[in-house]
């Protein structure tokens, strides 16, 4: 039976498998017009002081709006910009744009709010990463507005340049955050070596707080953790009241998730920093 069907299977298994690879072929034309182009775009999710109920950082994380395809996560689009030699570039036009909207804020009076940026392993591997001084510089920004998120798995991984750089940063007064935290396999000693200034608990552990026990004994460790090491912890991704409120009970002071806003362009950031400023910022 296999035989029978056997040419018009695998014929029609090949057009798919072949008009599939045009089509990602065709995507990664379009990515890299895009970046090249500046048309990937950096949107801002605020990280609020659970305390003050003001915002105190936003979060850029990059979107692309594809002509064809339109929203393309950038959990895929940081991917093919890291298969294809693209992310340094990426990485750049996100880090710029980022620091050029957090000029224009404090430019508008908020000048407490930090940028907090996202940099992929590989970025630090294979990419020099001395231009962020420059850019940093040029929109006459300080060093600690500015904090630099870098994976659990990036913080580890010793065969880069990783812990040479974030020592740097450290001199320099660039913040370093530990994002994702609880996803990887870190030992206490390797991220009490790299430093960090904050933690950023991951959403897996906020999504079932009020439910599961083992995410409580994990925020609680860290919350333990942060409070030895002087640093300040992130619970990403929260979206309830009920959440917020837990995280609170237990010490957590930095909140960040749709329960506040999810990320948005920079004239809506600003919407948000102004609501902000007036009083403890509305939920959506
Ligand atoms: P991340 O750095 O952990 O960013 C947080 C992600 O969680 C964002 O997804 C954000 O939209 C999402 N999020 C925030 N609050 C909530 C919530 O309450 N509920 C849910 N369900 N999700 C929430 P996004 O924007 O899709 O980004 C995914 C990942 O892509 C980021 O995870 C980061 O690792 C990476 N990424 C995004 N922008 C950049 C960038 O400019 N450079 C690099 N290297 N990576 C980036
Ligand atoms: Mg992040
Ligand atoms: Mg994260
Ligand atoms: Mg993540």
Redesign the pocket.
């Known amino acids: 039976e296999q035989k029978r069907n056997g040419r018009n299977g695998i014929s029609i298994y090949d057009a798919q498998l072949q008009s599939e690879y045009i089509r990602k072929l065709r995507l990664k034309d379009r990515l890299i017009k895009a970046i090249t182009e500046k048309k990937i775009q950096?949107?801002y999710?605020p990280i609020v002081d659970i305390e003050t109920g003001k915002i105190c950082k936003f979060?850029?994380?990059?979107?692309w709006f594809d002509e064809e395809e339109g929203y393309i996560?950038?959990?895929i689009f940081?991917e093919m910009a890291e298969t294809y030699g693209l992310?340094g570039q990426?990485?750049r036009v996100?880090f710029e744009q980022?620091c050029r909207d957090l000029a224009y804020m404090h430019n508008q009076g908020y000048d407490d709010i930090c940028m907090s940026?996202?940099?992929?392993v590989r970025?630090f591997a294979l990419y020099d990463q001395k231009y962020i001084y420059d850019i940093i510089d040029e929109h006459g920004l300080a060093y600690n507005k500015i904090m630099i998120?870098i994976?659990e798995s990036a913080a580890l991984d010793e065969g880069n340049n990783i812990l040479e750089l974030l020592s740097e940063f450290a001199q320099k007064g660039i913040c370093v955050a530990i994002?994702?935290f609880g996803t990887g396999y870190s030992s206490m000693s390797a991220i009490i070596a790299n430093k960090p200034n904050v933690i950023?608990i991951?959403?897996n552990f906020?999504?079932d707080i009020e439910q599961s026990v083992e995410s409580q004994i994990l925020v609680s460790l860290v919350m333990d953790m942060s409070r030895k090491l002087h640093l300040d912890v992130v619970a990403?991704?929260?979206?309830t009241k009920a959440q917020l409120q837990l995280l609170s009970k237990m010490g957590c002071h930095y909140i960040?998730?749709?329960?506040f806003s999810?990320?948005v362009n920079i004239d809506a950031a600003m919407v948000l920093l102004k609501q902000s400023n007036v009083c403890a910022i509305t939920p959506c």
Request: proline share 5%; charged share 30%.
């Open positions: 950096v949107y999710q979060e850029a994380l990059t979107r996560s950038p959990v940081i992310i990426l990485g996100v980022a940026i996202n940099r992929s970025e998120e994976t994002d994702d950023k991951d959403r906020i999504v990403e991704g929260v979206e960040q998730g749709f329960y999810p990320a």
